[in-house]
Nanobody, 116 residues
Framework: EVQLVESGGTLVQPGGSLRLSCAAA????????MMWVRRAPGKGLEWVGS????????SLSDSVKGRFTISTDDSENTINLQMSNLKPEDTAVYYC?????????WGQGTQVTVSS
């Protein structure tokens, strides 16, 4: 059974940093690309970035490029989202996702609130 569990969300001040993690289980971790998406209050899902878990190549949306990075911890079957210079508009529930055998799997999400 595929399971994705996000963690690390909290309240942070503008300009601050935060690291989110997504622990994956139930599939061969390095065989599938994974992504982070977010949903801001009252808005739809927004793609944040993706990572090739085998090679480590990443791509990021323009809205977070230069501030966020994605990495993997293969020993823990985990992907991380390192966020810096956070802005109020980064406030959202953050989800990780994997497309495994034609099915999209999502974690439960973790809330990030950027506010003073």
């Amino acid at each position: 059974e595929v399971q994705l569990v996000e963690s690390g969300g909290t309240l942070v001040q503008p300009g601050g940093s935060l690291r989110l993690s997504c622990a994956a289980a139930g599939f061969s971790f390095t065989d599938y690309a994974m992504m982070w998406v977010r949903r801001a209050p009252g808005k739809g899902l927004e793609w944040v970035g993706s990572i090739d878990t085998a090679g480590g190549d990443t791509s990021l949306s323009d809205s977070v490029k230069g501030r966020f990075t994605i990495s993997t911890d293969d020993s823990e079957n985990t992907i991380n989202l390192q966020m810096s210079n956070l802005k109020p508009e980064d406030t959202a529930v953050y989800y990780c996702n994997v497309l495994y055998r034609r099915t999209n799997y999502w974690g439960q999400g973790t809330q990030v609130t950027v506010s003073s």
